[in-house]
Each structure stands twice: as C-alpha cells, then as structure tokens.
C-alpha cells in the first residue's frame, strides 16, 4: 500500500523559507518513477487546491500564485518529494499534502483533486506577517 509522509511544515514571518519533503514508499506494483508527484494545500474554509506538480519526465507545473517562489523537486533514488517555499506570505498558511496520480500532468491540470489516487496526512504551514 502506498503511503506519503509529509514533513518540514513550521511557522515562519512573512517572506521567510520552508523546505517541505514528503518520503514515499509502497509503491509495489509501479515504481515511485511511473507516477506523478503533487503538492496541494488547503486553507481553513477552503477547498483543497493545486500548488505543483512533477511529471515522470520532471516536467513541471505551479500555481500562478506560487510561480517564482516555490519549486517543486524529486529524488527518484530516494522515492522522495520536496517543496522549497521562498518569500513566503501569509496567504501561503495551509495544511500541505503530498500526493501522488497516475495521471499525466495535462490530465491533472483539469482534473485537480479527483485525479489524485494516494494522499499524505498533511504538514502545517503558517505565515505570519
């Protein structure tokens, strides 16, 4: 069974950095570098939204509102998943969650969400300003 594990989530002032990793493991059947690797967030009262993803081929996609800031990475030797954060706002505060699809990275990008097959637990992020 697939598993996700988030961690480097922290509280930090306004355009501060955080590092997010997400280490993956269970993937029996496929191996880590067959699937499509995403981060997510999900503020309070909001629904959970797209911030990047990283193709097979490590072909990218963010956010327009985190393009430039943020830079989503994998380490397939490692099975491993990072998130480096810079100049962080306070509308970055959010619970963060690794995910992984069999989707392709166009697919994804209409699909958000429910193109999604395994989720971590999450990892809080908090902006203040």
């Known amino acids: 069974q697939v598993q996700l594990v988030e961690s480097g989530g922290d509280s930090v002032q306004s355009g501060g950095s955080l590092r997010l990793s997400c280490a993956a493991s269970?993937?029996?059947?496929?191996?880590?570098?067959?699937?499509?690797m995403a981060w997510f967030r999900q503020s309070l009262g909001k629904e959970r939204e797209a911030v990047a993803f990283?193709?097979?081929?490590?072909?990218?996609w963010y956010a327009d509102s985190v393009k430039d800031r943020f830079t989503i990475s994998r380490d397939n030797a490692k099975s491993r998943l990072y998130l480096q954060m810079n100049n962080l706002k306070p509308e970055d505060t959010a619970m963060y969650y690794c995910?992984?699809?069999?989707?392709?990275?166009?697919?994804?990008?209409?699909?958000?969400?429910?193109?999604?097959?395994?989720w971590g637990q999450g990892t809080q992020v908090t902006v203040s300003a």
């Open positions: 990283i193709d097979r081929d490590n072909s990218t």
């Open positions: 269970g993937f029996r059947l496929s191996p880590y570098r067959s699937s499509l």
């Open positions: 995910a992984a699809s069999w989707s392709r990275l166009n697919t994804l990008r209409g699909l958000g969400t429910l193109g999604i097959n395994f």
